[in-house]
């Protein structure tokens, strides 16, 4: 053969399948996520009542394990020369590509709320004593809240449609593959609500990385999740009564 030649490059080595990272980054990643889930569904029946201050530590202490979790991310994509924009699934261009994106965020709320709600039923799902012992009481709670919100919103998506769903799809060689596993791992990642609600929120997790999917981009996703979160903790207190 001539050695000037480029040799063929597999069809199934396109961007969409190459990993983003290392995979002892993402096995670390699984291992500590799914630590946490496992200690939080052991302690989800010790959860007491609301206790004084005890809100603002716990919401300061997840805001500051989501961003911690997002860096680890951005130190595993850089072993490969990826950037957090990449994940992200690039930068908006115009103020029209803010405002198509918050209307798709509506209409996928709007939809999802609707399949969850089936879900829901089906499963006989209800919110958990756990669940309601962490919902905000008072103005400088759900300040915290909605900065825990729009630190979940950014992160979780960018972990999980922007890393996980790249990397599952690189591991299966499918996209189906990597939208699948991301969400079986989200919805396991929230093991102090309950297997019930985790099986509501991994399908929750699965119409998330459709959206990416389908958008080539995490940003309507970030918008979905972090109002989701924003208007459950506000309104919370009040529709679980």
Request: hydrophobic share 55%.
């Amino acid at each position: 053969m001539d050695s000037s030649q480029t040799p063929a490059i597999p069809a199934h080595s396109g961007p969409e399948f190459r990993a983003v990272a290392p995979a002892w980054h993402t096995i670390v990643l699984l291992i500590v996520l799914m630590s946490f889930s496992a200690l939080g569904l052991v302690f989800a029946d010790r959860v007491g009542t609301h206790r004084p201050r005890g809100h603002i530590i716990q919401y300061a202490v997840t805001i500051a394990f989501e961003w911690a979790l997002a860096a680890f991310v951005w130190f595993g994509v850089r072993r490969r020369g990826v950037s957090i924009a990449e994940l992200v699934g690039g930068r908006w261009s115009s103020f029209m590509d803010v405002l198509r994106d918050l209307g798709i965020t509506i209409g996928f709320l709007i939809v999802a709320g609707i399949v969850l709600q089936l879900v829901a039923h089906l499963l006989k799902a209800a919110p958990t004593r756990a669940l309601k012992a962490i919902l905000p009481s008072g103005t400088t709670e759900m300040i915290l809240w909605v900065a825990m919100s729009l630190s979940a919103g950014f992160c979780e998506e960018l972990i999980f449609r922007g890393y996980f769903q790249r990397q599952f799809a690189a591991l299966t060689r499918s996209a189906a593959g990597g939208i699948l596993l991301q969400g079986i791992f989200f919805g396991a990642a929230h093991g102090y609500q309950g297997w019930r609600l985790m099986t509501v929120i991994a399908v929750f997790g699965i119409m998330f990385g459709l959206l990416a999917e389908w958008r080539h981009s995490t940003r309507p996703g970030m918008f979905a999740h972090a109002l989701q979160d924003t208007l459950g903790g506000l309104l919370g207190r009040r529709l679980m009564r």
